[in-house]
C-alpha cells in the first residue's frame, strides 16, 4: 500500500507528513491526532485574512511584486546603457591643461589674458546660473572673449548642483539649459562637461553620453574653491613639477582674485620654465573640443536665468 502524504503550509513555511496506514488500532489514533493538531497549529499561526475590497490591499500587494519586477528589468537594462567617457588626466606628453571653474565671473578676461599673454590656451568650465547669469551682458561678453582667444569651453551645468541626487530628466536639464545658453552666445556645442563637485555616478554618465559629451575631472586640485590658502595652491604646481609628471590637468577657480592674480602667474612662470605647453583639454586629449559649431544668435527677452 502507498504511504499517505499530508502537506500543511502557513506564510512562506511548509511541512509534509507522512503517514503510514496501519491496520492496527495504535496508528490510526496518531493519523487523527496529527492531523487534529496540525489543523490547530494552522487555525493559531495563519495570519488574519485581509479583505479584498475597500483599500485593494491585496492589489496593492500584486502591484507591489509587478513594480519590484519592472525595478529589475530597468536595472538590469540601466547596467547595459552605454556611459559616458571619464578623463581625469591628459594624454599628451608634456602638455598642462589649466581649467577654470564655475565662470563666467569677474576675473574672467585676466585669465583669458594671462595665458594668452604667454602663447597659451586654457578650458572655461561654465555654469549657466551659479555665481552669476550667464545671459547678463557682463557674463556674455566674458564668454566671447574667451572663445574668441581660443579658449576652450566646457559646461559645468546650469546651477552647479550635485547631479547624483537628481533624476534623470533633472539632470538632463541642467546640462541642456547652458548648453543652451552657449549656443545662443557663442555658437557653440560642447563636447565636454564637467560635473559639479566632481560628483558622478552611472546615471549622469547615462545622461552625459546621451548628449554626447565626455566628462572631465582632474589629477590636480589648486583647493582654491576648498579655502585653501594661495601657498598650498602654489605648492601643489611646485610638487607636481618636482615629480616630473608627464602631463597635468589642473583643476581651478576663475571666480577667486588670488586665484587668478597670484597662483596663475606663478603657475604659468613655473611649467613654462620645464617647457610644459599650455593648452586645451581637448588638445591634451586630441579630441575635438566640440560636437558642432553655429552662427550666434541675436540676445532676445527669453534669455533668462
Ligand atoms: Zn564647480
Same mark, same amino acid.
Given at each position: 500500500?502507498?504511504?499517505? @502524504?499530508?502537506?500543511?503550509?502557513?506564510?512562506?513555511?511548509?511541512?509534509?507528513?507522512?503517514?503510514?496506514?496501519?491496520?492496527?488500532?495504535?496508528?490510526?489514533?496518531? @493519523?487523527?491526532?496529527?492531523?487534529? /493538531?496540525?489543523?490547530?497549529?494552522?487555525?493559531?499561526?495563519?495570519?488574519?485574512?485581509?479583505? *479584498?475590497? &475597500?483599500?485593494?490591499?491585496?492589489?496593492?500587494?500584486?502591484?507591489?511584486?509587478?513594480?519590484?519586477?519592472?525595478?529589475?528589468?530597468?536595472?538590469?537594462?540601466? #547596467?547595459?546603457?552605454?556611459? *559616458?567617457?571619464?578623463?581625469?588626466?591628459?594624454?599628451?606628453?608634456?602638455?598642462?591643461?589649466?581649467? @577654470?571653474?564655475?565662470?563666467?565671473?569677474?576675473?574672467?578676461?585676466?585669465?583669458?589674458? @594671462? /595665458?594668452? !599673454?604667454?602663447? +597659451?590656451?586654457?578650458?572655461?568650465?561654465?555654469? &549657466?546660473?551659479?555665481? #552669476?547669469?550667464?545671459?547678463?551682458?557682463?557674463?556674455?561678453?566674458?564668454?566671447?572673449?574667451?572663445?574668441?582667444? +581660443?579658449?576652450?569651453?566646457?559646461?559645468?551645468?546650469?546651477?552647479? =548642483?550635485?547631479?547624483?541626487? /537628481?533624476?534623470?530628466?533633472?539632470?538632463?536639464?541642467?546640462?541642456?539649459?547652458? !548648453?543652451?545658453? =552657449?549656443?545662443?552666445?557663442?555658437?557653440?556645442?560642447?563636447?565636454?562637461?564637467?560635473?559639479?563637485?566632481?560628483?558622478?555616478?552611472?546615471?549622469?554618465?547615462?545622461?552625459?553620453?546621451?548628449?554626447?559629451?565626455?566628462?572631465?575631472?582632474?589629477?590636480?586640485?589648486?583647493?582654491?574653491?576648498?579655502?585653501?590658502?594661495?601657498?598650498?595652491? !602654489?605648492?601643489?604646481?611646485?610638487?607636481?613639477?618636482?615629480? $616630473?609628471?608627464?602631463?597635468?590637468?589642473?583643476? $581651478?577657480? !576663475?571666480?577667486?582674485?588670488?586665484?587668478?592674480?597670484?597662483? =596663475?602667474?606663478?603657475?604659468?612662470?613655473?611649467?613654462?620654465?620645464?617647457?610644459?605647453?599650455?593648452?586645451?583639454?581637448?588638445?591634451? /586629449? $586630441?579630441? #575635438?573640443?566640440?560636437?558642432?559649431?553655429?552662427?550666434?544668435?541675436?540676445?532676445?527677452?527669453?534669455?533668462?536665468?
Amino acid at each position: 500500500m502507498s504511504p499517505l @502524504f499530508a502537506r500543511y503550509c502557513f506564510s512562506h513555511y511548509c511541512t509534509t507528513v507522512t503517514m503510514v496506514p496501519s491496520s492496527s488500532y495504535a496508528s490510526a489514533v496518531r @493519523f487523527v491526532l496529527v492531523v487534529l /493538531l496540525s489543523r490547530a497549529f494552522l487555525a493559531l499561526a495563519s495570519p488574519t485574512p485581509v479583505a *479584498a475590497s &475597500g483599500s485593494g490591499t491585496i492589489g496593492a500587494v500584486d502591484a507591489e511584486r509587478d513594480e519590484t519586477a519592472v525595478d529589475r528589468v530597468k536595472r538590469e537594462l540601466d #547596467a547595459r546603457a552605454p556611459l *559616458a567617457q571619464l578623463f581625469s588626466s591628459c594624454e599628451n606628453s608634456k602638455q598642462v591643461a589649466l581649467t @577654470f571653474d564655475d565662470g563666467p565671473y569677474a576675473w574672467s578676461t585676466e585669465v583669458s589674458d @594671462f /595665458l594668452t !599673454e604667454v602663447g +597659451g590656451r586654457g578650458t572655461f568650465c561654465y555654469n &549657466g546660473n551659479n555665481w #552669476a547669469c550667464i545671459y547678463d551682458a557682463e557674463s556674455q561678453a566674458r564668454v566671447k572673449y574667451a572663445v574668441a582667444r +581660443g579658449h576652450q569651453v566646457v559646461s559645468h551645468t546650469w546651477r552647479h =548642483l550635485d547631479l547624483t541626487q /537628481l533624476s534623470f530628466d533633472r539632470i538632463h536639464d541642467e546640462m541642456w539649459r547652458v !548648453e543652451q545658453a =552657449l549656443e545662443r552666445i557663442v555658437g557653440l556645442a560642447p563636447a565636454f562637461m564637467r560635473p559639479p563637485y566632481g560628483s558622478y555616478n552611472n546615471l549622469v554618465r547615462q545622461v552625459s553620453y546621451q548628449r554626447n559629451q565626455s566628462m572631465i575631472l582632474w589629477d590636480l586640485d589648486t583647493g582654491d574653491s576648498l579655502g585653501k590658502s594661495v601657498s598650498y595652491s !602654489e605648492q601643489q604646481y611646485y610638487d607636481a613639477i618636482n615629480q $616630473n609628471r608627464e602631463n597635468i590637468l589642473a583643476l $581651478n577657480h !576663475e571666480t577667486y582674485q588670488s586665484t587668478v592674480e597670484q597662483v =596663475l602667474p606663478y603657475a604659468i612662470k613655473l611649467l613654462q620654465s620645464k617647457n610644459y605647453q599650455l593648452v586645451t583639454v581637448a588638445e591634451c /586629449l $586630441n579630441m #575635438a573640443p566640440y560636437q558642432w559649431t553655429t552662427t550666434p544668435q541675436m540676445p532676445s527677452s527669453s534669455w533668462t536665468c
